[in-house]
Nanobody
Framework: QVQLVESGGGLVQAGGSLRLSCIAS????????ITWFRRAPGKEREFVAA????????YYTDSVKGRFTISRDNAKNTVYLQMNSLKPEDTAVYYC???????????????WGQGTQVTVSP
């Protein structure tokens, strides 16, 4: 069983930055890929970024490449999502999810956090 808790969301102006954290309760945290998804109002949940268990590989959706950086600290059971140059279209609830394989398809993830709201004002 893996429990995930996100934090770091908030209200920021366009062009600003936020860093989200996802803390996991897994004993073997390094065995899990961690992925960030987001759901904007009235839209489907979408893949944002993923990182493999060792942190050796990262993946991003095109709309955040060059602006967002995913990283992890396995000693702290934590994954981070550094978000720079934020845009109003980044406004969404951001969720982290864990599974043994990184994939862009949300349906394959067994473990989810409760989400953290990110709001970017124009």
């Amino acid at each position: 069983q893996v429990q995930l808790v996100e934090s770091g969301g908030g209200l920021v102006q366009a062009g600003g930055s936020l860093r989200l954290s996802c803390i996991a309760s897994a004993r073997t945290f390094g065995a899990y890929a961690i992925t960030w998804f987001r759901r904007a109002p009235g839209k489907e949940r979408e893949f944002v970024a993923a990182i493999t268990g060792t942190g050796s590989s990262t993946y991003y959706t095109d709309s955040v490449k060059g602006r967002f950086t995913i990283s992890r600290d396995n000693a702290k059971n934590t994954v981070y999502l550094q978000m720079n140059s934020l845009k109003p279209e980044d406004t969404a609830v951001y969720y982290c999810a864990a599974d043994t394989v990184a994939t862009v398809a949300a349906k394959f993830y067994m473990y989810w956090g409760q989400g953290t709201q990110v709001t970017v004002s124009p």
